[in-house]
């Protein structure tokens, strides 16, 4: 016999599928907080850590200001990718499934906290990126008196204190409390809300008004305006640059020599602006679906909103996309910046392992040269060092084979001084 207390079974087509639907939930959502966000979590960290470190490389070398923006936005998002692990994918993980009780709730209210100023600080420091270069492609005056490094760097640690400032009341939303049994010796700690939160007043003036204003309703929407301003200014660009030399003209010296230098330089500048507008629109994207659902969570109720299991799967959802946007900014500076990817292959062959792996995958099929330091079974005993461009040193057996080489690196060197 069934117990009297059981949950009816379910017996009609409607409440199979409903019952089925939930599972489907439950699985997909402990997909995204787990498996997932924990893959892009590790991977987004190394990456950004690799991406911070190439960059402050650079800095030492006296590049742009823009570095001191791609720098802080790095390091929030790393922070942000810390934090969604401690809050989703640890739990997920652990105990399969978000915790509220026991020893780890201690975490919650620092690791609430600190996801939201994470969150904040990312949104900021993009749209100071934004800003910065829609002054510099439509009002470049204006770009050239505030777009110095100091200021620049005065700028990025301003808007992450006024960030940390912001999500202070945060802390105090949330606290741990100790739920005991009539045994008195049996208690569990247990994560609650506190009064502040439920304040109706406080609600409606941090969490709906403040909160729209500066991190996710007009922030999204000066976003998307900014960024399509940009995209058009960078169309334009690309008509003013191709109408500079005629693609039937013939070209006298003076054109070849204008089209050598400034249309070069001008080419950078336009990839490098491209990276950027990629960065600010992959974010953008990111962030309207939690931007979506924040409005909704004040239109509907926050309390009819945490019930319904699909809201819980948006939620999920759009926290897996900031993840996503925030592991994946490597890839973009990868695929569109040319210095970034000489620079990240300077740091790869830095190290010893990767050096070796970078000598095998490139110089596999020359039988002459020595591998990771070990000497060649075809390298004679009177070996010579050829010190290239990218400092990495081969053995050659014969004179001859020293001549080509300093040959090819003279070559190397004038093509790479020709694309700087």
Not at 109 to 126: K, L
Not at 153 to 176: D, G, K, N, Q, T
Not at 236 to 253: G, H, M, Q, Y
Not at 379 to 391: P, W
Request: hydrophobic letters at 45%; proline letters at 3%.
């Amino acid at each position: 016999m069934v117990p009297s207390d059981a949950a009816p079974l379910p017996t009609t087509f409607i409440d199979v599928f409903l019952a089925w639907t939930l599972s489907f939930i439950q699985m997909l959502s402990h997909l995204l907080n787990g498996y997932l966000t924990a893959f892009f979590v590790f991977t987004g960290i190394a990456l950004n850590l690799l991406s911070v470190s190439i960059f402050l490389r650079k800095e030492r070398a006296g590049t742009p200001a823009i570095q001191y923006y791609l720098v802080t936005l790095t390091l929030w998002q790393t922070a942000l990718l810390a934090n969604a692990f401690l809050l989703y994918s640890f739990p997920n993980l652990w105990w399969g499934h978000l915790v509220s009780q026991g020893t780890y709730v201690y975490l919650y209210p620092y690791v609430y906290t600190f996801a939201n100023t994470t969150h904040t600080g990312s949104v900021w420091i993009v749209l100071t990126l934004t800003i910065d270069r829609y002054l510099a492609l439509c009002q470049p005056l204006k770009h050239r008196a505030i777009g110095k490094k100091r200021r620049v760097r005065r700028l990025m640690i301003a808007v992450s204190f006024m960030a940390v400032m912001f999500s202070i009341p945060r802390f105090f939303e949330v606290h741990v409390i100790l739920l005991c049994d009539t045994h008195p010796h049996y208690c569990v700690a247990t994560i609650d809300r506190t009064e502040l939160f439920d304040n109706r007043l406080y609600w409606t003036i941090y969490h709906v008004i403040l909160a729209m204003i500066f991190v996710t309703l007009l922030p999204c929407l000066i976003l998307f305006a900014l960024t399509l301003r940009i995209s058009i200014a960078l169309r334009s660009a690309i008509a003013k640059r191709k109408s500079l030399c005629a693609p039937n003209s013939e070209f006298d010296a003076r054109c070849k020599s204008i089209k050598s230098s400034r249309y070069n330089s001008s080419r950078k500048d336009h990839k490098s602006n491209i990276m950027l507008v990629l960065v600010i629109a992959k974010f953008l994207v990111s962030d309207i679906l939690p931007t979506v659902i924040d409005v909704l969570e004040h239109v509907v109720g926050q309390s009819a909103f945490m019930r319904s299991p699909l809201a819980s799967l948006f939620v999920d959802i759009s926290n897996f996309l900031i993840v996503l946007n925030c592991s994946s900014n490597f890839w973009v500076f990868f695929v569109w910046g040319k210095r970034f990817r000489r620079s990240c292959r300077k740091c790869i062959k830095s190290t010893q392992i990767g050096a070796c792996i970078y000598d095998m995958a490139k110089w596999n099929t020359d039988s002459e040269i020595s591998l990771c330091g070990a000497p060649s079974s075809f390298t004679t005993v009177n070996v010579t060092k050829a010190y290239g461009s990218t400092e990495r040193s081969f053995r050659f057996n014969n004179n001859n084979s020293k001549r080509n080489l300093e040959i090819v690196v003279s070559r190397t060197d004038d093509l790479c001084s020709n694309q700087m």
